[in-house]
């Protein structure tokens, strides 16, 4: 609606909620108003820690460590039973028998609690902490996914987390996209398992490495990395796979020539 100012502008206000809902006419049929009194709350730093919270508990297992780390992220439920029913990341510990790196990990999770608490938009700290990278280099998780560092990992908890409470949602596939990656990978088995066919003529394939002629066991043990590609959770992608720059996961295989992602269904042919 476009008005007119006719006249100079001596001060101004801007209308909230709140304005709007008292100027609104009291409407009969609309069960969304607001009720008089029902207030919303949102997070802020003032609201106080109830004595119980509800939270998860990830294991973190890196090739970095010897022993694994415990990261707790608890939640609030503002407006418990109402419409309004939100839940939002309260605070977060990490627990390890390691103690390697406790002054960073302690100072890390207390700021990223007090940035919980002040609330607004919190779902920044996931994209700030995957793109951490470690100078010495980062590593593979289970499933292939690329890993530039430990924050990043610890980024990518996060990120699970707020998926599983509804604050942060995957971009939805088209079924077009399933359906590709779908036939996709169903024509990358189809190929492997004629070429073993074949091969199993020739010579026993060395189960582990997958290799025609396998390496004498008294060379040096195979890198992390090397083993760790088709890990035991999550999907398992072949382990010849490189490296996809779109999802970063190791699951870009060579099919008809070209390059194709097992994942995403990324193609460099198109
Ligand atoms: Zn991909």
């Known amino acids: 609606m476009a008005v007119?100012?006719?006249?100079?502008?001596?001060?101004?206000?801007?209308?909230?909620a709140e304005d709007k809902a008292k100027a609104a006419p009291p409407a009969k049929d609309v069960a969304e108003a607001p009720q008089p009194g029902a207030k919303v709350i949102q997070m802020h730093e003032k609201i106080e820690r109830p004595e119980t919270l509800v939270g998860s508990t990830y294991k973190l297992?890196?090739?970095?460590?010897?022993h694994a780390l415990y990261v707790t992220i608890n939640d609030i439920v503002l407006n418990a039973g109402?419409?309004?029913?939100?839940?939002r990341p309260f605070e977060i510990f990490i627990n390890s028998k390691n103690m390697d790196h406790f002054q960073w990990i302690v100072a890390l999770t207390r700021i990223m609690s007090a940035v919980f608490?002040?609330?607004?938009?919190?779902?920044f700290l996931v994209e700030e902490m995957k793109a951490v990278f470690d100078p010495r280099g980062g590593y593979f998780k289970a499933g292939g996914v690329y890993m530039p560092s430990l924050v990043a990992e610890l980024g990518s908890i996060v990120e699970d987390h707020l998926k599983?409470?509804?604050?942060?949602?995957?971009?939805?596939l088209s079924d077009a996209q399933r359906a590709l990656i779908a036939e996709k990978r169903a024509a990358y088995n189809a190929l492997e398992s004629k070429k073993n066919s074949d091969e199993s003529v020739t010579t026993a394939r060395d189960e582990h490495s997958g290799e025609l002629f396998p390496e004498p066991?008294?060379?040096?043990?195979?890198?992390?990395?090397?083993?760790?590609?088709?890990?035991?959770?999550?999907?398992?992608?072949?382990?010849?796979?490189?490296m996809c720059h779109k999802c970063s996961t190791k699951a870009v295989v060579i099919m008809d020539g070209c390059a194709t992602c097992l994942n995403c269904g990324y193609s460099k042919c198109g």
């Not at 297992?61 to 010897?66: I, N, R």
């Not at 890990?231 to 796979?241: L, M, N, V, Y």
């Open 4 to 16: 007119k100012i006719d006249k100079k502008i001596k001060g101004y206000s801007v209308v909230t």
């Open 61 to 66: 297992k890196t090739p970095l460590f010897e």
């Open 82 to 87: 109402s419409e309004h029913e939100h839940r």
């Open 117 to 123: 608490r002040k609330g607004g938009d919190v779902t």
């Open 164 to 172: 599983a409470i509804g604050m942060i949602h995957d971009p939805e």
């Open 217 to 242: 066991r008294v060379s040096a043990p195979r890198r992390d990395e090397d083993v760790a590609v088709t890990g035991d959770g999550g999907t398992a992608f072949p382990p010849s796979a490189t």
